[in-house]
């Protein structure tokens, strides 16, 4: 199993940058992959980033060129570097892992607000 813990959210002005952290911990070895995805109010829940476990990232075209997602495997911790936020960007962030078997773990998300 593996739990995921995201913090870093809170209230931005347009135009700001926030990171986002997400600390995992159990049975890192079985990572395949983490992402982060985002639920804006009364939308669906969207991919924005993701990062495998050789590093190698994607990205949603809304954030590409203002998001960042990087790792550090000594802290077991995933990142989202985030500039230049628009309101739009308002959302609850929600760590994923997904394991080589190809389960998938849930933080419990963290809220990011952008204020115009």
């Known amino acids: 199993q593996v739990q995921l813990v995201e913090s870093g959210g809170g209230l931005v002005q347009a135009g700001e940058s926030r990171r986002l952290s997400c600390v995992a911990s159990?049975?890192?070895?079985?990572?395949?992959?983490m992402d982060w995805y985002r639920q804006p109010p009364g939308k669906q829940r969207e991919m924005v980033a993701s990062?495998?476990?050789?590093?190698?990232?994607s990205y949603a075209d809304s954030v590409k060129g203002r998001f960042t997602i990087s790792r550090d495997n000594a802290k077991n911790t995933v990142y989202l570097q985030m500039n230049s936020l628009k309101p739009e960007d308002t959302a609850v962030y929600f760590c994923?892992?997904?394991?080589?078997?190809?389960?998938?773990?849930w933080g419990q998300g963290t809220q990011v607000t952008v204020s115009s």
């Open positions: 994923r892992a997904v394991l080589i078997n190809g389960r998938v773990y």
């Open positions: 990062i495998t476990s050789k590093s190698v990232t």
């Open positions: 159990g049975t890192l070895s079985s990572i395949y992959g």
